[in-house]
C-alpha cells in the first residue's frame, strides 16, 4: 500500500480519470428524537344533596400534580 497523498498537485488534477478505491465504511446508528406526550387528567367533584362534596379519582398511576409514565422511567432506568 502507497502512503497517503500530500501531493500539491492533486487538487489540479481531472479526477474523473483517476481511479476510486473504496478504504474503509463507517456506519452511524441514532434514534430518532422522542416527543413527549402529555395527558392531562382532570379530576372533577359534584356536591351530594347533603352538601358534601364528592370528589373523582386520577387514574391510579397519577399521584400528583406531575407524574412520569412507566416508558419515561423504563427509558431513564435504562440509560443511567
Ligand atoms: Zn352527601
Not at 497523498?5 to 478505491?21: A, D, H, I, R
Not at 344533596?49 to 370528589?55: D, F, I, M, Q, V
Request: proline letters at 6%; aromatic letters at 6%; one cysteine or more.
Amino acid at each position: 500500500m502507497g502512503k497517503e497523498s500530500t501531493c500539491k498537485n492533486f487538487k489540479n488534477q481531472q479526477k474523473q480519470e483517476l481511479p476510486e478505491l473504496l478504504l474503509e465504511e463507517r456506519w452511524s446508528i441514532d434514534i430518532p428524537p422522542v416527543i413527549p406526550q402529555l395527558t392531562k387528567h382532570r379530576i372533577v367533584g359534584k356536591y351530594c344533596s347533603c352538601g358534601c362534596l364528592a370528589k373523582g379519582q386520577a387514574p391510579s398511576h397519577v399521584k400528583g400534580f406531575v407524574s412520569y409514565g412507566s416508558h419515561l422511567k423504563a427509558t431513564v432506568i435504562s440509560n443511567r
